[in-house]
């Protein structure tokens, strides 16, 4: 095991040790990814992060001992409205990112539900199957049913299939703007008349486009609209730290007025150490999240979220067009914003992922189809050529390794999905994994395909998942060192 260090170690040695261990960590400020980081430049950064430092202590648990934190965060929800389209009674919480905004609005439909409803089971809440799997830890999480509906060949929500799915159980229905995979924004319009008609509570999940979308309307792009000016929607969930910039740890979870938030709140009045009372998941909240939250909007203003989505828009048609003129590679959909996904009938995209890879680049796999995934941010601008350099490069290469491969058998092709969707280092480590597992043993990929027949018979690949997890979360067997050398 790990032990603390009897003697602290000093500054010196530990900052350089902290750089040494995030050597292979993602490349962020070159734009080589295309997930997890927003990067607005050094001059945004810095300011954002010198504001987390000023509150890096505070606490945001108790909302009176420190009005600083209150006002920051009472300033945050009410601009994050009135960019949403909401009036004045449109209010909400800061949460600590886009999964506890959604956490919360299910659990308020669900409290929600349970007093407007008569229930005659759990509640149910109704999802595209497009939705960010949020939604179902939320489900699981808090015992509310979610119903699945398929999406249209668009992959956009389809308002029909949603109303079919309405049982008097239903408390909400829910639709992206826009989904993550694929960066297509849902028929909010159509859902949220369906919601109004039938009673129902209609989130609409904006966190990756909520600090995009509004900004891109202002600029004339043609975005559909999917905020609060929509009838039927009843609450909506935007990240501030994606596209607005703010440090790790913040997000809005915004509500159509005070009556519904109220339903998210918890309260315990019986304890010893006093009455308490929390509006999220959280208890201590960190100051510094809300701090600079309230920085980034603050000191990137209007002017500056129209300056920052103009260069992402005008980054990601540039690379769109690009990929337009490319045989073999095409854009699974035709998405409004920043996000968006490309799909091969002629290569193994996958392939072209790891290729890509092997040129420097992040790019994340998704199935179901089998695509590559880009959220394009700022960084991004001054490496647009290079990428579709790159993508060109990468294609020639990738067409040549897919024209050879067999790939017949049904477990080769398992471990290849693996392979795809975890990162190079996340899959190097699973194979040891798998190769300690398995009865097979010897040559690691043998131990590897060994490893997936025995699962094949199990039938247990959520389990294997959840061991490897397990591991991944567990000190590293190759970590020998006492403390950080
Ligand atoms: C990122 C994202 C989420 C989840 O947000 P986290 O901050 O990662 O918890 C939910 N929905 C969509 C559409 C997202 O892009």
């Known amino acids: 095991m790990k032990k603390i260090p009897t003697q602290g170690i000093d500054k010196t040695t530990l900052f350089a040790h ?8 993602l490349d962020w400020k070159n734009g080589r990814n295309f997930a997890y980081v927003y990067y607005p430049g050094e001059e945004i950064l810095s300011v954002v992060k010198e504001a987390y430092l000023r509150f890096f202590s505070e606490n945001a648990l108790n909302p009176t001992a420190f009005p600083s934190l209150r006002k920051m965060e ?7 409205a009135d960019m949403l389209g909401g009036d004045e009674k449109v209010t909400g919480s800061l949460t600590t990112g886009g999964t506890e905004s959604i956490l919360m609005a299910v659990k308020t439909a669900r409290e929600w539900g349970r007093v407007k409803k008569e229930l005659t089971g759990p509640p149910e809440i109704i999802l595209p199957a497009t939705v960010h799997p ?19 060949k668009d992959f956009r929500a389809v308002p029909n299939e ?3 799915a309405i049982t008097p159980n239903t408390v909400m229905v829910v639709a992206s703007a826009p989904s993550y995979p694929q960066g297509v924004v849902d028929p909010i319009r159509r859902i949220g008349k369906i919601a109004k008609k039938h ?3 209609f989130h609409v999940d904006s966190c990756i486009g909520g600090f995009m979308l509004p900004f891109l309307q202002k600029l004339k792009y043609d975005i559909p609209p999917f905020d609060f000016s929509v009838e039927g929607v ?9 596209y607005g910039y703010a440090s790790k740890g913040a997000s809005v979870i915004l509500y159509k007025n005070a009556a519904l938030r109220k339903h998210q709140f918890y309260v315990y009045t019986a304890w010893t150490g006093g009455i308490y009372a929390s509006p999220t ?3 201590t909240r960190p100051g510094g999240a809300i701090a600079a939250a309230y920085a980034a909007l603050n000191f990137i203003g209007e002017e500056g979220y129209l300056r920052l989505a103009k260069s992402c828009m005008e980054t990601t048609l540039k690379i769109q067009a690009a990929i337009a003129e490319m045989k073999d590679i095409q854009l699974l959909t035709n998405p409004e914003s920043t996000l968006f996904a490309i799909v091969s009938d002629t290569i193994d995209i996958y392939e072209l992922g790891d290729e890509m890879g092997l040129l420097g680049w992040q790019i994340d796999r998704q199935q179901m189809p089998a695509s590559l995934h880009f959220s394009i941010n700022p960084a991004h601008e001054k490496v647009a050529d290079l990428l579709i350099e790159d993508l060109k490069k990468a294609l020639k290469k990738a067409k040549r390794i897919s024209l050879n491969k067999i790939g017949k058998n049904i477990q080769i ?7 795809r969707m975890l990162p190079g280092h996340l899959f190097d480590r699973f194979q040891e994994y798998a190769a300690s597992k398995s009865k097979v043993g010897g040559k690691r990929s043998a131990a590897m395909y060994g490893l997936i027949g025995e699962l094949q018979e199990s039938g247990n690949l959520d389990d294997m998942i959840k061991d490897f997890l397990h591991q991944l979360m567990s000190p590293d067997p190759e970590d020998k060192s006492k403390s950080t050398s």
């Not at 949020?134 to 249209?152: N, Q, S, W």
């Not at 009843?234 to 994606?242: E, F, G, P, V």
């Open 134 to 152: 949020a939604f179902y830890k939320a489900a699981h999480y808090f015992e509310v049913k979610f119903v699945l509906v398929p999406v249209g």
């Open 413 to 419: 092709k398992t471990v290849r999905t693996l392979q």
């Open 162 to 164: 949603v109303e079919k």
């Open 18 to 25: 902290l750089d040494e261990i995030s050597k292979e960590d």
């Open 199 to 201: 009673d129902l509570l």
């Open 281 to 283: 998941m959280t208890g």
């Open 74 to 80: 009472n300033d945050i929800i009410s601009m994050s």
């Open 234 to 242: 009843t609450s909506i969930s935007a990240d501030l730290h994606k």
